[in-house]
């Protein structure tokens, strides 16, 4: 698939005008407060992952409305002294998987916290353990359109919410330099990423590539592809609901965490993405912390042949690097005898 979206040029100073809701600074405060007033922590226990140089925790979390969230929290063997975290968010209709699946930031030195997708996990990969509890407003079948008519029903004001106390989670975790917290991902994953960073105002760094809920209203036009396309399905069957809908996305738009996000960031796009299109990722890249008063450190890394994966490893090991440089790693443990 060719080039789809706008010209390179016009991508680099391409800033949309962005039609916030007049409350929403009022409407994630007051969603966040009641999600933080329980402790974030239920439980912590070994998890066996075949693994010799990796310690692994099989974590549950309390998320949006109390609900339990699962999450693997991994660390370098034989490390004892504090490290910096990452806090990582799986793609759409992924789950946590498996424990020795994610492994990259772990052999960086890092401890590394991995989400699990509450009422996904069931479209690929290796499955997740986190159901979701909230899920019989209207919408559609998808994730992507589940309570889609109320921004107090849908799914992605409970995952955003999860996503946060995340951050809160690791930093309460033994081993957790709670100063140095970045947080990652990839499409849906970078899209909670981005999120997170115009919420949690103390984050040390982020780190998105190809992220979802970027310049929404721009990608309903653009692409029918997973997950947009399952919310242009839902459209196309409920005719009179796309105001509603408009305004629903509107409190979940990427454009407006990115303006309120201060952390250093790190961006990644595919110029041929037909599932998260780039003008989305470059919107947020270039209206990134005007909000904030400060001219937060940033950089964006596109790749003219690649889709939504973004870069691939190339990106990976590009985010490495930067990261290297802004989060200092721990140690890497020495092999065991």
Same mark, same amino acid.
């Given at each position: 698939?060719?080039?789809?979206?706008?010209?390179?040029?016009?991508?680099?100073?391409?800033?949309?005008?962005?039609?916030?809701? $007049? @409350?929403?600074?009022?409407?994630?405060?007051d969603?966040?407060?009641?999600?933080?007033?329980? @402790?974030?922590? &239920?439980?912590?226990?070994?998890a066996?992952?075949g693994?010799?140089?990796?310690?692994?925790?099989?974590v549950?979390?309390?998320?949006?409305?109390?609900?339990p969230?699962?999450?693997?929290?991994?660390?370098?063997?034989?490390?004892?002294?504090?490290?910096?975290a +990452?806090?990582?968010?799986?793609?759409?209709?992924?789950?946590?998987?498996?424990?020795?699946?994610?492994?990259?930031?772990?052999?960086?030195?890092? !401890?590394?916290?991995?989400?699990?997708?509450?009422?996904?996990?069931?479209?690929?990969?290796?499955?997740?353990?986190?159901?979701? $509890? /909230? !899920?019989?407003?209207?919408?559609?079948?998808?994730?992507?359109?589940?309570?889609?008519?109320?921004?107090?029903?849908?799914?992605?004001?409970?995952?955003?919410? @999860? #996503?946060?106390?995340?951050?809160?989670?690791?930093?309460?975790?033994?081993?957790?330099?709670?100063?140095?917290?970045?947080?990652?991902g990839?499409?849906?994953?970078?899209?909670?990423?981005? !999120?997170?960073?115009?919420?949690?105002?103390?984050?040390?760094?982020?780190?998105?590539?190809?992220?979802?809920?970027c310049?929404?209203?721009?990608?309903?036009?653009?692409? @029918?592809?997973? $997950?947009?396309?399952?919310?242009?399905?839902?459209?196309?069957? /409920?005719?009179?609901?796309?105001?509603?809908?408009?305004?629903?996305?509107?409190?979940?738009?990427? &454009?407006?965490? #990115?303006?309120? !996000?201060?952390?250093?960031?790190?961006?990644?796009?595919?110029?041929?993405?037909?599932v998260? %299109?780039?003008?989305?990722?470059?919107?947020?890249?270039?209206?990134?912390?005007?909000?904030?008063?400060?001219? %937060?450190?940033?950089?964006?890394?596109?790749?003219?042949?690649?889709?939504?994966?973004?870069?691939? #490893?190339?990106?990976?090991?590009?985010?490495?690097?930067?990261?290297?440089?802004?989060?200092?790693?721990?140690? +890497?443990?020495?092999? %065991?005898?």
């Amino acid at each position: 698939m060719p080039a789809f979206d706008l010209p390179t040029r016009e991508l680099e100073r391409y800033r949309p005008e962005v039609q916030e809701p $007049p @409350d929403f600074d009022g409407f994630w405060h007051d969603t966040l407060k009641e999600a933080a007033q329980r @402790d974030v922590l &239920v439980s912590v226990r070994p998890a066996e992952s075949g693994l010799r140089l990796t310690q692994t925790w099989d974590v549950t979390l309390r998320g949006f409305a109390g609900d339990p969230v699962r999450a693997w929290y991994s660390r370098p063997a034989g490390v004892g002294e504090p490290l910096p975290a +990452v806090v990582e968010y799986a793609g759409y209709g992924r789950g946590r998987g498996l424990p020795h699946e994610r492994l990259t930031w772990v052999n960086a030195g890092y !401890a590394h916290l991995l989400m699990d997708n509450r009422g996904q996990g069931d479209q690929y990969g290796n499955g997740g353990a986190t159901p979701d $509890p /909230h !899920a019989s407003a209207p919408g559609g079948p998808g994730p992507a359109a589940r309570g889609l008519l109320d921004p107090r029903d849908y799914h992605y004001r409970r995952l955003i919410t @999860d #996503a946060v106390r995340a951050v809160a989670a690791v930093r309460a975790l033994a081993g957790v330099d709670a100063s140095r917290v970045a947080t990652i991902g990839n499409s849906q994953g970078g899209g909670l990423a981005l !999120a997170v960073a115009g919420l949690v105002p103390d984050l040390a760094a982020v780190l998105v590539t190809a992220p979802f809920l970027c310049g929404i209203r721009r990608a309903l036009d653009l692409t @029918d592809a997973s $997950p947009y396309g399952e919310i242009s399905a839902y459209l196309s069957v /409920h005719r009179g609901a796309q105001e509603a809908a408009y305004r629903t996305l509107a409190y979940m738009e990427g &454009v407006s965490f #990115a303006r309120r !996000a201060a952390a250093p960031a790190h961006f990644g796009v595919g110029l041929r993405d037909t599932v998260c %299109p780039p003008s989305g990722a470059y919107a947020a890249f270039n209206r990134y912390g005007e909000l904030t008063g400060v001219d %937060p450190r940033k950089e964006i890394h596109a790749y003219p042949y690649n889709g939504h994966e973004g870069g691939d #490893a190339a990106q990976v090991r590009r985010q490495l690097d930067w990261l290297g440089e802004v989060l200092e790693p721990g140690p +890497v443990s020495s092999p %065991p005898r």
